[in-house]
C-alpha cells in the first residue's frame, strides 16, 4: 500500500501509537494544532534542529534503510543537545513524503524514530506531513532543558584547558565509505554511521564536572574544533597522534590507502563530543569516564587551530562537511 492510497490522517493514525514514553511531561500530544508541555521548575530549555534529505544524507538500500534513516535523523538532534550538557525531552517532525513511497517503508521510517525516543525518554509530541515531488525529506526539532545557566557553550574555553574528546573519531566516515564500496565486514564502522550514539549521559558529566566549552563531531574534528576557538578567542594546538581512533577504521584506511586522518578531520558524524575545561576537573572526569581522551590544550590566541606532529606544528584550516560546498 502506498502513502497515497491511506492518506494523510490514516498515515497519522498509523504512526501515532507508541509516541510517548515520559507522558508526565505532556498536557497535550499528536493530534491537536499545536503540543502543550510542562518544562521543569529551575531548568532553562535548550531547542534544536536538523534536516535530512534522501539522496543527500542517505541513500536507501546502500547506505542506509529506512528504519536507519528514522533512528539517525532523531540521534543527530539528540547529540546537538547533548552538546549543550541537557537532557532530551520531547520532539516534533516534519516529514516531505513522495506520493508513491510504500506504507511499509513510512512505517519503518517511524519505527526507527520511536526506537531511538525510547532509549532516551523522549517523547514525540507533534509533527507535519506533507507532499514531496521529489525525495524524501525529514526534518526534526528536538527540545531539552539544563540547569538554569549551566548550558555548556562553544565560546568558554579557556587558556591552559585540556582539549579532549569521546571515544573514538572519524568512524562514521570510515563506516559510509565502507557502504558505498558494498564491502561485507566492518560492523563497528557501519554501526558507527548508521546508528550513532548520542552522548548524553557524558554531556550531562560534563555540566557536573565544570566543562568551559563543548561541541558534538557532526561535521568533522577540524570544523568542530574551530568552531570552539573561533568562538572562545583561544588556540587550540592538538597533538595528531593523541587523536583516539578504532582498529576497523586503521585497516579500512589501510586498506584503500587513504589517509586515515581525513576520515578523523574531515569526516563527520560520529556525533562524539569535543570539549575543554580545565586538568584537574579533566582528570576527575576521566577516572568516572574513561573513554574520554585527551588531544591536546588551549592557549591564549587569536581562535585558530594547530595540529603537531613530528615536532612540527601547521594550522588545521575548518574543513569538513559543508552542505553548500561542491
Same mark, same amino acid.
Given at each position: 500500500?502506498?502513502?497515497?492510497?491511506?492518506?494523510?490522517?490514516?498515515?497519522?493514525?498509523?504512526?501515532?501509537?507508541?509516541?510517548?514514553?515520559?507522558? $508526565?511531561?505532556?498536557?497535550?500530544?499528536?493530534?491537536?494544532?499545536?503540543?502543550?508541555?510542562?518544562?521543569?521548575?529551575?531548568?532553562?530549555?535548550?531547542?534544536? +534542529?536538523?534536516?535530512?534529505? =534522501?539522496?543527500?544524507? #542517505? &541513500?536507501?538500500?546502500?547506505?542506509?534503510?529506512?528504519?536507519?534513516?528514522?533512528?539517525?535523523?532523531?540521534?543527530?538532534?539528540?547529540?546537538? &543537545?547533548?552538546? /549543550?550538557?541537557?537532557?532530551?525531552?520531547?520532539?516534533?517532525?516534519?516529514?516531505?513524503?513522495?506520493?508513491?513511497?510504500? /506504507?511499509?517503508?513510512?512505517?519503518?521510517?517511524?519505527?526507527? /524514530?520511536?526506537?531511538?525516543?525510547?532509549?532516551?525518554?523522549?517523547?514525540?509530541?507533534?509533527?507535519?506531513? %506533507?507532499?514531496? *515531488?521529489?525525495?524524501? %525529506? &525529514?526534518?526534526?526539532?528536538?527540545?531539552? !532543558?539544563?540547569?538554569?545557566?549551566?548550558?555548556?557553550?562553544?565560546?568558554?574555553?579557556? @587558556?591552559?584547558?585540556?582539549?579532549? %574528546?569521546?571515544?573514538? &573519531?572519524?568512524?562514521?566516515?570510515?563506516?559510509?565509505?565502507?557502504?558505498?564500496?558494498?564491502?561485507?565486514?566492518?560492523?563497528?564502522?557501519?554501526?558507527?554511521?548508521? #546508528?550513532?550514539?548520542?552522548?548524553?549521559?557524558?554531556?550531562?558529566?560534563?555540566?557536573?564536572?565544570?566543562?568551559?566549552?563543548?561541541?558534538?563531531?557532526?561535521?568533522?574534528?577540524?570544523?568542530? $574544533?574551530? !568552531?570552539?576557538?573561533?568562538?572562545?578567542?583561544?588556540?587550540? +594546538?592538538?597533538?595528531? =597522534?593523541?587523536? @583516539?581512533?578504532? !582498529?576497523?577504521?586503521?585497516?579500512?584506511?589501510?586498506?584503500?590507502? *587513504?589517509?586515515?586522518?581525513?576520515?578523523?578531520?574531515?569526516?563527520? =558524524?560520529?556525533?562524539?563530543?569535543?570539549?575543554? /575545561?580545565?586538568?584537574?576537573?579533566?582528570?576527575?572526569?576521566?577516572?568516572?569516564? @574513561?573513554?574520554?581522551?585527551?588531544?591536546?590544550?588551549?592557549?591564549?590566541? *587569536?581562535?585558530?587551530?594547530?595540529?603537531?606532529?613530528?615536532?612540527?606544528?601547521?594550522?588545521?584550516?575548518?574543513?569538513?562537511?559543508?552542505?553548500?560546498?561542491?
Amino acid at each position: 500500500m502506498k502513502i497515497s492510497e491511506i492518506g494523510e490522517f490514516g498515515f497519522i493514525d498509523a504512526v501515532k501509537e507508541g509516541t510517548l514514553f515520559n507522558p $508526565s511531561s505532556v498536557v497535550v500530544g499528536i493530534g491537536d494544532d499545536g503540543a502543550v508541555y510542562k518544562t521543569t521548575e529551575g531548568m532553562e530549555q535548550i531547542a534544536v +534542529i536538523d534536516t535530512m534529505v =534522501e539522496g543527500s544524507h #542517505f &541513500i536507501i538500500g546502500k547506505t542506509a534503510s529506512w528504519f536507519d534513516v528514522g533512528y539517525k535523523a532523531v540521534a543527530s538532534n539528540l547529540s546537538d &543537545i547533548a552538546a /549543550m550538557g541537557g537532557i532530551p525531552t520531547h520532539i516534533v517532525l516534519s516529514t516531505a513524503i513522495p506520493t508513491d513511497m510504500e /506504507m511499509a517503508d513510512l512505517t519503518a521510517l517511524y519505527e526507527g /524514530m520511536k526506537d531511538i525516543c525510547k532509549t532516551y525518554g523522549v517523547n514525540i509530541i507533534g509533527g507535519d506531513t %506533507v507532499l514531496s *515531488k521529489g525525495a524524501l %525529506v &525529514i526534518t526534526v526539532a528536538a527540545f531539552g !532543558e539544563v540547569e538554569s545557566g549551566k548550558a555548556i557553550c562553544r565560546s568558554g574555553a579557556k @587558556p591552559g584547558d585540556v582539549v579532549a %574528546v569521546s571515544h573514538t &573519531i572519524g568512524d562514521s566516515a570510515g563506516g559510509l565509505d565502507v557502504l558505498l564500496h558494498g564491502i561485507d565486514g566492518y560492523t563497528h564502522l557501519k554501526k558507527a554511521h548508521q #546508528f550513532p550514539t548520542p552522548q548524553i549521559q557524558l554531556g550531562r558529566a560534563l555540566v557536573a564536572y565544570r566543562a568551559h566549552s563543548l561541541n558534538d563531531i557532526s561535521d568533522g574534528l577540524a570544523s568542530e $574544533s574551530n !568552531e570552539i576557538a573561533k568562538a572562545s578567542g583561544v588556540d587550540l +594546538i592538538l597533538d595528531k =597522534e593523541a587523536i @583516539p581512533c578504532s !582498529e576497523e577504521l586503521r585497516q579500512w584506511a589501510q586498506s584503500v590507502q *587513504k589517509d586515515i586522518y581525513a576520515y578523523v578531520f574531515n569526516g563527520g =558524524e560520529d556525533y562524539e563530543l569535543i570539549f575543554t /575545561m580545565a586538568p584537574d576537573d579533566f582528570e576527575a572526569l576521566r577516572r568516572e569516564y @574513561p573513554y574520554v581522551t585527551a588531544i591536546g590544550q588551549a592557549r591564549a590566541g *587569536k581562535g585558530q587551530v594547530y595540529v603537531r606532529h613530528e615536532g612540527k606544528t601547521s594550522v588545521l584550516q575548518p574543513t569538513g562537511w559543508n552542505h553548500f560546498h561542491r
